[in-house]
Each structure stands twice: as C-alpha cells, then as structure tokens.
T-cell receptor
Framework: GENVEQHPSTLSVQEGDSAVIKCTYS??????FPWYKQELGKGPQLIID?????GEKKDQRIAVTLNKTAKHFSLHITETQPEDSAVYFC????????????FGKGTHLIIQP | DGGITQSPKYLFRKEGQNVTLSCEQN?????MYWYRQDPGQGLRLIYY???????QKGDIAEGYSVSREKKESFPLTVTSAQKNPTAFYLC?????????????FGPGTRLTVL
C-alpha cells in the first residue's frame, strides 16, 4: 500500500550543528506534508508543514524542502539546541486523504552538549 | 485553557478485560482521532470521527471500539479481542475532518495489560 518512509530512525548531532531528517512517499498525488515534534511524555505537535505548490518553507531555525519529482521531503534544523531533542514525525496525505494522514515511523533526534 | 485531555496517564489491566480510555476536547473541533504508538512504529490510526454520531475505522481498528455521542468526547474501548493491547494511545482533534488541518494531540495514555 501507499506509505511514508522516514530516515534515520535515530540521529545524534552536536549542539550548534545542523540536523536533517528525510522522508519519501509513494503516492504521486500527495500534496500536503506536515512535520510533528513529540517531546518526552507529551503528544506530538505540528512544527511546520508544506504544500505541493512550493519547494521550500522556513520558520526561524527550521525549514522543510520538497522535491515532488523524486517524491521526497526533508526537515532541516539549524543551530540545534538542547530543546530540539525529541522524536520527529513526517506525514503525508495519501490516496486523496480519505483516511487522513499517513505518518512516518519517527526519528529520535539527540542533541549532544 | 483550551486543549485536549486524556485520562488516565497510566492504565493497568488484566488480560481479558475491556478497558476504556477517555479523550475530551474543549476546542470546539468537529474531528477527533485515536492513534496507537509502538516503539519504532510511528503513529497508526485506529478510529476517527469527523462529526458527532459518526466514526470510521482506521488502519488497525480490529479489537477496538469507539463512540461519539458528544462533540467534545471520543472514548476508546480496548476489548479483549485486541491481541496485543499494551501500547501508548494518543487522541487528537482538528477543526474539521480534512487531513489538511492541524491535529492537536493529547498527552497520551500508556496502557499495560498484565
């Protein structure tokens, strides 16, 4: 079936460095790609999203890029800080959205001091 | 404060017992969702409801049941038919049922079946 693949499952970076998380999707008709951040003991929270009519979107230290031809999108976090440590989920609207969002399996981002 | 609440935070049950997880929202959202989260598995949709008195099965509905009698409440029952019920359960809501709206998640309930 249609799905969303997310890599890596764990990412460790030094504080101040950049982090990149990548996702691929299979449905060429997908047109909406949100990213959620889940801190320890909490529910996920939307941090940024992108629609298929743009290639990049930025919000302070985070950005998302979309390559529709290759069917992949990425989350970029610059100047990482300890509070960026969390699990990040990508998602996509698959199959016209009748069943809502399809989530990737998550990336555990660890910021090393 | 507007938000979505789940109770309890931790729940223990004996094998073979049904258990109901609570989810309440005061955001006046039409749509509500239940997800199951297992290590390394991401979020998998159990059931969702786009409007009061209506709900649909998600990807892993077997062994679960829901009701949506009130707009603000969407309880999930984990029945004895669910073969592996131990997991972290997340409830979410959005202003409407379109997947293009932000979903607001509760803090989750960790269910352990002994």
């Amino acid at each position: 079936g249609e799905n969303v693949e997310q890599h890596p499952s764990t990412l460790s970076v030094q504080e101040g460095d950049s982090a990149v998380i990548k996702c691929t999707y299979s449905d060429s008709a997908s047109n909406y790609f949100p990213w959620y951040k889940q801190e320890l003991g909490k529910g996920p929270q939307l941090i940024i999203d992108i629609r298929s009519n743009v290639g990049e979107k930025k919000d302070q230290r985070i950005a998302v890029t979309l390559n529709k031809t290759a069917k992949h999108f990425s989350l970029h976090i610059t100047e990482t800080q300890p509070e960026d440590s969390a699990v990040y989920f990508c998602a996509a609207v698959i199959g016209g959205g009748a069943d809502g969002l399809t989530f990737g399996k998550g990336t555990h981002l660890i910021i090393q001091p | 404060d507007g938000g979505i609440t789940q109770s309890p935070k931790y729940l223990f049950r004996k094998e073979g017992q049904n258990v109901t997880l609570s989810c309440e929202q005061n955001l006046n959202h039409d749509a509500m969702y239940w997800y199951r989260q297992d290590p390394g598995q991401g979020l998998r949709l159990i059931y969702y409801s786009q409007i009061v008195n209506d709900f649909q099965k998600g990807d892993i509905a077997e062994g679960y049941s829901v009701s949506r009698e009130k707009k603000e409440s969407f309880p999930l029952t984990v029945t004895s038919a669910q073969k592996n019920p131990t997991a972290f359960y997340l409830c979410a809501s959005s202003i409407s049922g379109t997947p293009y709206n932000e979903q607001f998640f509760g803090p989750g309930t960790r269910l352990t079946v002994l």
